[in-house]
């Protein structure tokens, strides 16, 4: 009955999610757009926006969003029906549009039944909280639980506090929308259903890491051998179980990177739909976390490098942006003010709860402390993402416990590791950069287009990681741990890693990205932690392993894979 339960949850939120999304990109397929890129962002862009519109709705009432909910999924269901009556759009772009909606679909199938492998579906939100690290805080736990205020009361009043003084507020809302908006379909365990969810918008990740690496024109066999390797990452697998609403708008980002950085550019610039496609997809990444400014300026500066769009273009993206953001910034500072504490934690070291603005808190920040301190913070930030002492720590640790035979002792460390450090993280991709430097002088002219992808995305990577190392306060209260960031700067990172090894060693790419997609797995397969009552159940991991076995063969498989230069860009 349990993989039944998660099986049918997993069906109802993933068709629930996808719905507007899909009838929005078969629409503008159906009038002649053929770019997978594009119609993946707005199909991304489609799906926040909806469950955006959903936040609002029900924080007006609850019969206002329930009628929203209704409205936009039936609604959806109808236009998708009608499109494919009128049978106006290209086949080879549905296939094209099929294989990254496969890749999710299993991709999250895979997540669910492997994260609950050992049990825990009677307390999941706890259990997520220990499956795949040692105990984390209850940041997952947050948007169910103003969620479900909104849902039940409105604004009908302040919400309440959550421990350590946490305000609604603080939190941005697009996880809450999506859960609020999806609300009225719930079935069974209501903390399961959004667990699940949680795990559906998570590895929306895979469309926004398909749609680039699309854009990029890179090929079909490293397209798949960058979201295989990327799936069994810790990042995915961590973040995206413990479902805090990180991953979510790095799967935004990324398809904005796919418009921002990539040989799109060139015309997305020069048309009004681009502003509000790109500003649409930026602006959702930061109602998803506040921490994706960071790549955004980054984005930005390389798309202004590759060139300028026009005062019309900016106009219309700065208008979306203010569709977007507005209310939830008047909400935080009228309706529950001053809804800005993680602002000031980041960018003034300002910790505790106050009334200061985000200005007052940067200005006292940097002003009550030397220059020196302010170069060893910075310098501390760099530290952090580099792992240093606590990476070569942790590598000796395991060693040690790996020569005594203790399995438990050997891989605690190096999760912990992986979890706040991120080019740790990395593990063996961190050979790709290395490979790439060794046989830059040796690329071939049949190589250029992936040469030149793998170092699209190594700046973007460079440049995002800078600015986020400098803008962030550092030291001990907000240092460039990775969970204090976006996770669009990993991605991009492990992406490049990919990308790098495959274009300067192509065959023994594909053996050490097969070494390193084993040792994921072993390393991420044991609950050292279990929940209370768990025990491991064997139904969850056959799933697990046929969702995997199915990702592989869409990504692998050359019907799915290769597409004409008309469609895909490659």
């Given at each position: ?14 068709v ?19 770019r ?36 936009s ?11 494919s ?23 999250s ?27 984390l ?66 590895q ?8 680039l ?61 681009g502003a ?61 003010p ?43 930030n ?12 942790a ?36 050979l ?48 460039t ?20 090894l ?18 994921m ?30 990702f ?19």
């Open positions: 009955m349990v993989q039944g339960e998660l099986l049918l949850l997993l069906a109802v939120h993933l629930l999610t996808a719905l507007p999304g899909v009838a929005a990109s078969l629409f503008l397929a159906s009038r002649g757009e053929r997978i890129p594009v119609l993946l962002g707005a199909m991304l862009a489609v799906s926040g926006s909806t469950a955006m519109f959903g936040f609002w709705a029900y924080f007006g009432s609850r019969p206002l969003g329930q009628t929203w909910s209704f409205l999924s039936f609604g959806s269901v109808l236009a998708i029906a009608w499109l009556f009128e049978r106006k759009i290209d086949r080879e772009v549905l296939r094209g549009l099929a294989t990254p909606l496969a890749l999710w679909v299993l991709g199938a895979f997540l669910v039944f492997f994260g609950f492998m050992h049990g825990g579906e009677n307390a999941p939100i706890q259990a997520a909280n220990t499956r795949f690290s040692g105990v805080p209850s940041d997952n736990y947050l948007p169910f639980f103003w969620g479900e205020w909104f849902y039940l009361h409105a604004y009908n009043g302040k919400p309440p506090e959550f421990p350590g003084n946490w305000l609604a507020s603080d939190r941005p809302p697009l996880q809450m929308g999506y859960l609020e908006t999806q609300w009225p379909f719930h079935l069974f365990n209501k903390e399961l259903g959004y667990q699940v969810l949680g795990v559906v918008l998570q929306l990740w895979i469309v926004g890491m398909w749609a690496l699309l854009a990029l024109r890179v090929g079909r066999l490293t397209k798949a051998l960058v979201v295989a390797t990327v799936l069994v990452s810790p990042l995915a697998i961590v973040n995206g179980f413990y479902v805090w609403p990180k991953m979510l708008p790095a799967g935004m980002l990324l398809a904005a990177a796919a418009l921002m950085i990539t040989p799109l550019w060139d015309e997305v610039r020069s048309r009004l739909w509000a496609l790109v500003a649409g997809l930026c602006g959702l990444g930061m109602m998803g976390h506040g921490s994706s400014a960071f790549p955004i300026i980054g984005l930005a500066l390389i798309a202004a490098f590759r060139g300028l769009p026009s005062w019309r273009w900016l106009g219309v993206a700065v208008l979306t942006l203010v569709v977007l953001m507005a209310p939830w910034s008047a909400y935080g500072k009228w309706g529950d001053p809804g800005n504490r993680l602002t000031k934690w980041y960018l003034g070291g300002d910790t505790e709860p106050d009334d200061k603005s985000v200005g007052e808190a940067i200005i006292d920040g940097y002003s009550e402390v030397k220059l020196t301190t302010i170069l060893h913070k910075k310098g501390q760099f530290a952090a993402i580099a792992g240093g002492y606590i990476f070569s720590h590598i000796s640790e395991a060693w040690k416990h790996a020569k005594e035979g203790k399995f438990e002792a050997t891989v605690r460390p190096l999760r912990e590791t992986f979890f706040f450090n991120m080019l740790p993280s990395f593990g063996l991709l961190l790709g950069p290395v490979a790439m430097a060794i046989g830059w002088r040796r690329r071939r002219v049949r190589d250029q287009v992936e040469w030149k992808a793998a170092t699209t995305l190594l700046l973007a990577f460079l440049v995002t990681t800078f600015i986020w190392a400098i803008l962030q306060w550092g030291g001990s209260t907000a240092t741990v990775l969970h204090q960031g976006s996770y669009l700067i990993p991605l991009i990172g492990l992406a490049a890693c990919v990308l790098s495959r274009v300067a060693w192509p065959r023994f790419a594909i053996g050490w990205l097969a070494l390193n997609f084993v040792v797995l072993v390393i991420y397969s044991p609950d050292f932690e279990p929940a209370e009552g768990s025990v491991f159940s064997a139904g969850n991991a056959i799933l697990a392993a046929l969702a995997m076995a199915g592989l063969t869409v990504a692998f498989h050359d019907r799915f894979g290769r597409r004409p230069a008309t469609v895909t860009g490659t």
